[in-house]
Every structure is written in structure tokens, then in C-alpha cells.
């Protein structure tokens, strides 16, 4: 069940786990305006986490593992605050049995992620970064950069037909690109109110010059682009991944390209985060790499960290927050 409230205990303290942001101001301005306190750790090892955290009541987490036994290791913990969109990094069964609510913040970036797969798919449709860097190199000749295709009258399709997904999607067809759309919640043949067309996972591979992933990381979806899939798509097509790395087999893609059998890739998460620098996926010219950065506009940093420390606060002060992944527990005795 869900522990005391605040008002109960007459004490907030929330620990951030961890945090690769420049500072934690504008989360520290929030818990301090509800008179609690807030650590960064820097420290995301279950050990760590469970150290650093005995006598917190709330969690933000990055990217620290938050396990069943981090868990039953925090008694007193009644909120896990994930700054961010995906919760692969949280087990919400156990949080849920430890009567621990669980919160996100999943529609922050939709603009900059959307933003950030389209300049993806353009930069790797025309080969900017190649042209640039041979233009450097006093080669001004497009005949490596070819083949280059228009936009008009290809089809670009979208793996995941949530916020983000379908941000990406109008943002697509406005570029002139037909748009096709999968989704588990949707059914092949139908037509969106926009007008796009619902096809089989099958049929997007198989048909579309882009295919963009819009997904969480699930055991459902974790190498979803396998080795089949990637053999299923077209040898012109443009793969782009700006949602979990785990989506994509990464050795498998390495292969595909290999072989020549897709035209590039661009990619802004991986499964092994930070990249290598001599990681094989280097070696493709038409491959663009970002560092995980998609989500971050001036705006959408902002909207980040303020919400997701709200959330938190909300729970301890018994407050319903914004996001909650479990809502369930805030309605038990």
C-alpha cells in the first residue's frame, strides 16, 4: 500500500539518483519550495542507490536501475520519479507491490524528439554530413552522395503511433512524404483521421523508404529490427531510432549494412551507451550518430526536470501528480 503522506510524516527528502545535466537548480528550486531537501548521488548501482537512499521518501531517477531489491532494500520510499519517457529502468510490478507510486514524464519531448528524427531522415536521405565533410576536403562533386532522392511521393513509415510517433508523422506528410503507420492499438486497413494508412508491421517494412521507430523497450519490442527485419526492408530504405536502443539489433544492423542491403541509418540511442569510437557503426558514411540527444530542446530541458520533480513532490505532499504509471496505489488505504 502507499506509505504516509507527507503531512504525516512532516519530512521530505528526495534523492537523485544520478544526473548528467550541467546543474539540478531547477529540481532543487522545486522540493525546496515544499520545505524538503534533495541529494544528487551520482551513483547508479543497485548498492549505491540503496546507500545513498535509506532515509529518502522519493526517487529521481536517470538512468539508475531502480530492482526489486533496491526496492525491499527502502522502506520508507514512497515515490520513483523517472526523468524521463521510458521506464525499462523501473520494475513497476514491484513498485507496485511495495506500494511505491511510479512517475514519468512522457509527452515532454515530443517536439524535440519528433524535430530530431526528421533531421535524422533528411540528413541521411541527401548525405549532408558527407557532403559537408568532402566539401571540406576539396571534393565538391555529388557523385558519392547518390543516389539522392526526393521527399515527394516516398513513403515514410512509423513504428509506434503515440505522441511522439505521430508528431513525427504530421511533421513527415508536411514534407511531402506518404505516411504509413503501425501500432499494436491499430488495425491494418484503417485509415487514420489524418488520413494515413494503417498497414501490417510486415507490409511497413517491406514498403516504406523510412522507417522510423517511435516505441518503449519491452520484452515485446526489445530487438524488434532483427536480423529478419532488417531483411525484410528495402535496400534504399533509411532506418532511424530515436527511441530505446534495445529496439534494434545492433549487431544485426552492422551486418545489414555491411552487406549494403540499407541505404544508412540515423541513430540517437543505442544499446550501449556511450558509443565506442571505434564501434563498427563509425565506419558508414551514411550512418548519422547522435548521442542521445533528441530530447533536448532549450524548452523541453526545462519542461524535464521541473515535472519530474513535481511529480515527485506531489506524491509525498499527497498531491495526485501529473504522470503516474501505477495510479493504483494511491488509492489504497
Same mark, same amino acid.
Request: proline residues 4%.
Given at each position: 500500500?502507499?506509505?504516509?503522506?507527507?503531512?504525516?510524516?512532516?519530512?521530505?527528502?528526495?534523492?537523485?539518483?544520478?544526473?548528467?545535466?550541467?546543474?539540478?537548480?531547477?529540481?532543487?528550486?522545486?522540493?525546496?519550495?515544499?520545505?524538503?531537501?534533495?541529494?544528487?548521488?551520482?551513483?547508479?548501482?543497485?548498492?549505491?542507490?540503496?546507500?545513498?537512499?535509506?532515509?529518502?521518501?522519493?526517487?529521481?531517477?536517470?538512468?539508475?536501475?531502480?530492482?526489486?531489491?533496491?526496492?525491499?532494500?527502502?522502506?520508507?520510499?514512497?515515490?520513483?520519479?523517472?526523468?524521463?519517457?521510458?521506464?525499462?529502468?523501473?520494475?513497476?510490478?514491484?513498485?507496485?507491490?511495495?506500494?511505491?507510486?511510479?512517475?514519468?514524464?512522457?509527452?515532454?519531448? $515530443? !517536439?524535440?524528439?519528433?524535430?530530431?528524427?526528421? %533531421?535524422? @531522415? +533528411?540528413?541521411?536521405? *541527401?548525405?549532408?554530413?558527407? /557532403?559537408?565533410?568532402?566539401?571540406?576536403?576539396?571534393?565538391?562533386?555529388?557523385?558519392?552522395?547518390?543516389?539522392?532522392?526526393?521527399?515527394?511521393?516516398?513513403?515514410?513509415?512509423?513504428?509506434?503511433?503515440?505522441?511522439?510517433?505521430?508528431?513525427?508523422?504530421?511533421?513527415?506528410?508536411?514534407?511531402?512524404?506518404?505516411?504509413?503507420?503501425?501500432?499494436?492499438?491499430?488495425?491494418?486497413?484503417?485509415?487514420?483521421?489524418?488520413?494515413?494508412?494503417?498497414?501490417?508491421?510486415?507490409?511497413?517494412?517491406?514498403?516504406?523508404?523510412?522507417?522510423?521507430?517511435?516505441?518503449?523497450? $519491452? !520484452?515485446?519490442?526489445?530487438?524488434?529490427?532483427? %536480423?529478419? @527485419? +532488417?531483411?525484410?526492408? *528495402?535496400?534504399?530504405?533509411? /532506418?532511424?531510432?530515436?527511441?530505446?536502443?534495445?529496439?534494434?539489433?545492433?549487431?544485426?544492423?552492422?551486418?545489414?549494412?555491411?552487406?549494403?542491403?540499407?541505404?544508412?541509418?540515423?541513430?540517437?540511442?543505442?544499446?550501449?551507451?556511450?558509443?565506442?569510437?571505434?564501434?563498427?557503426?563509425?565506419?558508414?558514411?551514411?550512418?548519422?550518430?547522435?548521442?542521445?540527444?533528441?530530447?533536448?530542446?532549450?524548452?523541453?530541458?526545462?519542461?524535464?526536470?521541473?515535472?519530474?520533480?513535481?511529480?515527485?513532490?506531489?506524491?509525498?505532499?499527497?498531491?495526485?501528480?501529473?504522470?503516474?504509471?501505477?495510479?493504483?496505489?494511491?488509492?489504497?488505504?
Amino acid at each position: 500500500m502507499l506509505k504516509q503522506t507527507l503531512q504525516e510524516t512532516g519530512e521530505m527528502h528526495i534523492v537523485f539518483t544520478d544526473c548528467d545535466h550541467d546543474s539540478i537548480d531547477i529540481e532543487r528550486e522545486c522540493v525546496e519550495a515544499e520545505g524538503g531537501r534533495l541529494t544528487l548521488c551520482q551513483d547508479v548501482t543497485p548498492e549505491g542507490i540503496i546507500a545513498n537512499a535509506r532515509d529518502a521518501q522519493g526517487l529521481i531517477v536517470q538512468y539508475g536501475q531502480i530492482t526489486e531489491e533496491v526496492l525491499a532494500a527502502l522502506p520508507g520510499l514512497r515515490v520513483v520519479s523517472r526523468n524521463g519517457v521510458g521506464m525499462d529502468t523501473v520494475d513497476i510490478e514491484a513498485a507496485t507491490r511495495h506500494g511505491v507510486a511510479v512517475c514519468n514524464v512522457p509527452d515532454y519531448g $515530443t !517536439e524535440a524528439v519528433s524535430d530530431h528524427a526528421i %533531421a535524422l @531522415a +533528411l540528413t541521411v536521405q *541527401r548525405d549532408i554530413t558527407g /557532403l559537408d565533410r568532402r566539401l571540406r576536403q576539396g571534393e565538391p562533386g555529388l557523385g558519392a552522395a547518390k543516389p539522392i532522392f526526393q521527399l515527394r511521393g516516398r513513403r515514410f513509415g512509423v513504428v509506434g503511433a503515440g505522441a511522439i510517433g505521430m508528431a513525427t508523422a504530421r511533421k513527415a506528410a508536411g514534407l511531402g512524404f506518404e505516411v504509413v503507420l503501425c501500432d499494436p492499438r491499430l488495425t491494418p486497413g484503417e485509415t487514420t483521421s489524418e488520413g494515413w494508412a494503417v498497414v501490417s508491421f510486415d507490409e511497413l517494412l517491406a514498403s516504406s523508404q523510412v522507417v522510423s521507430l517511435h516505441l518503449p523497450l $519491452t !520484452e515485446q519490442t526489445h530487438h524488434l529490427i532483427d %536480423a529478419d @527485419a +532488417l531483411a525484410a526492408m *528495402r535496400e534504399d530504405a533509411i /532506418l532511424i531510432n530515436t527511441a530505446r536502443g534495445g529496439v534494434v539489433d545492433t549487431a544485426a544492423l552492422v551486418e545489414a549494412l555491411s552487406q549494403g542491403r540499407l541505404m544508412g541509418a540515423g541513430l540517437d540511442v543505442l544499446e550501449e551507451e556511450p558509443l565506442a569510437i571505434d564501434h563498427p557503426l563509425t565506419r558508414f558514411d551514411r550512418v548519422i550518430l547522435t548521442p542521445h540527444a533528441a530530447f533536448y530542446t532549450e524548452e523541453s530541458y526545462v519542461e524535464l526536470k521541473a515535472r519530474s520533480a513535481q511529480n515527485a513532490v506531489d506524491v509525498l505532499a499527497g498531491r495526485r501528480p501529473r504522470n503516474i504509471i501505477n495510479p493504483e496505489v494511491l488509492a489504497q488505504p
